[in-house]
């Protein structure tokens, strides 16, 4: 059965601070991995991850996948009280539709 | 823009009452699905509909019954809403450009008494 754990699942900063989100995963045929983040409703898409060793990037925010050891991480500098939030980490395996999600991390940032 | 639109934000329902929850979208995506989302579970999968007419069941189906009938709208039906189907509701659409983005509605959070 596929599996994606994301940890922490909750963490709480301060304003500046530098966080790192992770998310491991068990998936048969994977295809990639997948990062969103939830405010107050809809998931919005950050990233999609498909090779090793390749980093992307959006303003603070960066990921990185590794496929040997099957986990993703996603950091974010110098955070911003908006970027409290929920964040999402899914996998897809190839030639599938659908999506496997872990259980989100609780990102809240203090002032 | 990509517009996924629920019926309801919030909704209340008592114990065995037939409950429809209704998700469009206008961007004539083939692919639409339905979500739930509780506290340190994440999301799960429910059902998606990859065509008009055609569906396949997700991860926890049990208790729900999907409809397609046009592309645009992918209903979620709960033929007895029990307290244990309390939860968000979320529905997606996807789009297979240059990535593989899922586009979320609002969320429509249901409480079953």
């Known amino acids: 059965e596929d599996k994606v754990v994301q940890s922490p699942l909750s963490l709480v900063v301060h304003e500046g601070d530098t966080v790192t989100l992770n998310c491991s995963y068990e998936?048969?045929?994977?295809?990639?991995l997948l990062w969103y983040k939830q405010e107050k409703k809809a998931p919005t898409f950050l990233f999609m991850l498909?090779?090793?060793?390749i980093e992307k990037k959006s303003g603070r925010l960066s990921s990185i996948l590794d496929k040997k050891e099957l986990f993703s991480i996603l950091n974010i500098t110098a955070t911003q009280t908006g970027d409290s939030a929920v964040y999402l980490c899914?996998?897809?395996?190839?030639?599938?539709?659908?999506?496997?999600f872990g259980q989100g991390t609780r990102l809240t940032i203090n002032p | 823009d990509v517009k996924v639109t629920q019926s309801s934000r919030y909704l209340v329902k008592r114990t065995g009452e037939k409950v429809f929850l209704e998700c469009v979208q206008d961007?004539?995506?083939?692919?639409m699905f339905w979500y739930r989302q509780d506290p340190g579970l994440g999301l799960r999968l429910i059902y998606f509909?990859?065509?008009?007419?055609?569906?396949e069941k997700g991860d926890i189906p049990e208790g729900y019954s999907v409809s397609r009938e046009k592309k645009e709208r992918f209903s979620l039906i709960l033929e007895s809403a029990s307290t244990n189907q309390t939860s968000m509701y979320l529905c997606?659409?996807?789009?297979?450009?240059?990535?593989?983005?899922?586009?979320f509605g609002p969320g429509t959070r249901l409480t079953v008494t």
């Open positions: 899914a996998v897809k395996r190839q030639g599938a539709q659908k999506l496997v």
């Open positions: 998936v048969t045929n994977f295809r990639s």
């Open positions: 498909t090779s090793s060793g």
């Open positions: 961007m004539d995506h083939e692919n």
């Open positions: 509909s990859y065509d008009v007419k055609m569906k």
């Open positions: 997606a659409t996807l789009y297979q450009g240059a990535g593989y983005e899922q586009y």
